[in-house]
């Protein structure tokens, strides 16, 4: 599993709340991914970073704001959440040189209401 | 990135080989074809990877024709737990970036 993990793995929150998501790994992947995968859309990638402060936007990024201070950890917030960001997220990472082969981490389901 | 195309569902009963063939007509010189495999409540899992010919691992068989604009992922002798979302992708996997594009995948169901 590439010794991922996401908290929390179930949220729910109301509209126009802050929600931070967080993704931990242990093994120093440089490149890590936030997706969220929703019925009909399958997995649609929001934001990635390749280092420590550098990040970049996905497809589907409005919304939602990264950050990463440290190799383990990507942290995905929403600043204002909406009812339409209830969706299940996973994070993951790829192995160095090879962008296609990623782990994913065990998803968190967050229900904005 | 290459459109992918791949039926939506396939069923298939216990024991039996099934052949998932993926669609991707505007394939690149540089791009791989790369298969997925998600689960219920989990995140996809990464199957195989190829870009001609035949790739084989311990889960799968990946068949690539000399054209390359179709590929087809091979499942000997599925079992129920085999019952899950296939992906195809296809892409360079030397972009860093993380530019997955993953379709609806094809879902399987295998029956006892």
């Known amino acids: 599993d590439a010794g991922i993990t996401q908290s929390p793995r179930h949220k729910v929150t109301e509209t126009g709340t802050p929600v931070t998501l967080r993704c931990h790994q242990t093994?120093?992947?440089?490149?890590m991914y936030w997706y969220r995968q929703d019925p009909g859309h399958g997995l649609r990638l929001i934001h990635y970073?390749?280092?420590?402060?550098?990040?970049d936007k996905g497809e589907v990024s409005d919304g939602y704001s990264v950050s990463r201070s440290k190799t383990e950890d990507f942290l995905l917030t929403l600043e204002s959440a909406t009812s339409s960001q209830t969706s299940v997220y996973f994070c993951a990472i790829s192995l160095e040189g090879s962008s296609y082969e990623q782990y994913f981490g065990p998803g968190t389901r967050l229900t904005v209401t | 990135l290459a459109k992918t195309t791949q039926p939506i569902s396939m069923d298939s009963y216990e024991g039996q080989e099934v052949n998932i063939t993926c669609s991707h007509n505007n394939i690149a010189t540089n791009d791989y074809i790369t298969w997925y495999q998600q689960f219920p409540s989990q995140g996809p899992r990464f199957i195989i990877q190829g870009y001609k010919t035949k790739v084989t691992n311990e889960v799968a068989s990946l068949f690539i024709p000399a054209d390359r604009k179709s590929s087809t992922l091979s499942l000997p002798r599925v079992s129920l737990s085999d019952t899950a979302v296939y992906y195809c992708?296809?892409?360079?996997?030397?972009?860093?970036?993380?530019?997955?594009?993953f379709g609806q995948g094809t879902e399987l169901s295998v029956k006892p």
């Open positions: 093994e120093n992947h440089r490149y």
């Open positions: 970073s390749y280092g420590v402060k550098d990040t």
């Open positions: 992708l296809v892409g360079s996997p030397y972009n860093q970036g993380g530019k997955l594009i």
